[in-house]
């Protein structure tokens, strides 16, 4: 007799460590912004705003040309996601319809931080609109945030292994050391392809099911990812200068690490982490213009995203909005009736 009163305290138990979670994100997120622009103080406090916009000005035209090219490939793979996504799903959706729901689920998170959650409450709403359930969206949300973790693991593993030096940047480790950690990671992207192929039984973790999907899925998603964090990586690669650049290799790997604790931690916008680790693992080159090159990383991939992100969520609620006025109208005279 006391297991439904033990169920129904694991419940709230649950919900209650749900709703202490959806205030300590947002106060670890604020925690990490703060101390790292302590950090970001002390590293650049000789540097003035003026020679920062000097060097945003000395960028050629055409690599500002490259970068902005950069930018559609990365936002262009992000749409691809939410494409395998569907995919999935036995679900068909136009192009256009995915591109624009991508491009505002990722503009908005990458800006707000805690980018799973903030993501999903935006595709819940445009999805849901389009007849996906809850649970079918949940899924995707799901595969495209693991979809993003395996590029992460698989352009990580291949930086370990082709330049095992970019992990001295950051930490003090053998070189022997960082190899095998790049070794490790690609064996763990094969199994998931093997996994996928030979159809294994699912994962069980608790209660969930984690099960592999089709090899063309898997396949799908070997190139998306890797092709969106290039594009990402490339913004910054193409708003560097030529001197003393140690090549993309390395700005890839660099811009790995650094996006990855920005993810990590739930700053919004990963404001001042993705910085000070970056310009951290930079000590080559002129800080003035890693600075600058970072700055247009935000504009390009953050901000100017994010003013279009916004007019396309106004557009759309404001359509939703005609349309439920002009459902109630057309059924107020049955009403009346």
């Known amino acids: ?8 305290d694991r419940k709230l138990a649950s919900r209650s460590m749900k709703k202490t979670l959806e205030y300590v994100w947002p106060v670890i997120g604020l925690l990490a912004v703060v101390f790292s622009f302590w ?4 590293e650049l406090k000789d540097i003035s705003a003026s020679e920062v916009m000097a060097s945003v000005a000395a960028i050629p ?37 995915i591109s624009l729901v991508s491009f505002t689920t990722y503009a908005l998170s990458h800006n707000i931080g805690a980018s799973v959650l903030s993501g999903a409450m935006v595709r819940f709403r445009a999805y849901g609109t389009m007849g996906l359930s809850v649970a079918e969206i949940g899924v995707l949300v799901a595969l495209c945030s693991f979809t993003f973790v395996l590029g992460t693991v698989l352009l990580g593993g291949l930086v370990l292994v082709g330049e095992p030096d970019v992990v001295l940047r ?3 480790v053998p070189v022997w050391t960082a190899r095998l950690i790049g070794v490790g990671m690609l ?8 996994g996928s192929w030979k159809e294994f039984k699912p994962v069980k973790i608790g209660q969930f099911s984690i099960y592999y999907p089709r090899l063309k899925i898997t396949m799908r998603q070997l190139f998306a990812a890797p092709l969106e964090l290039i594009g990402a990586a490339g913004i910054i690669y193409f708003a560097l200068p030529e001197a003393g650049n140690p090549g993309f290799f390395i700005v890839l790997g660099v811009f790995l690490a650094s996006f990855s604790a920005a993810l990590i931690s739930h700053a919004p916008g990963g404001l001042g982490v993705l910085e000070f680790v970056f310009i951290s693992a930079m000590p080559e080159m002129n800080q003035t213009d890693v600075l600058a090159a970072l700055l247009v990383f935000r504009l390009l991939y953050l901000l100017v995203p994010l003013a279009f992100s916004t007019v396309v969520v106004i557009l759309f ?7 439920t006025i002009q459902d109630r109208l057309a059924r107020s005279p049955v009403d009346r009736a």
């Open 61 to 97: 035209f055409h690599r500002w040309a490259l970068a902005v090219m950069a930018t559609f490939l990365a936002y262009g793979a992000l749409a691809w996601y939410d494409r395998i996504a569907l995919l999935h799903l036995g679900r068909k959706l136009s192009w256009l319809v």
């Open 170 to 172: 950051l930490f003090d």
């Open 39 to 42: 950090l970001l103080y002390r």
């Open 1 to 8: 007799m006391t297991a439904p009163a033990d169920a129904g």
């Open 317 to 323: 609620e404001r359509s939703r909005l005609a349309k």
């Open 187 to 194: 064996v763990l992207v094969a199994l998931y392809v093997l």
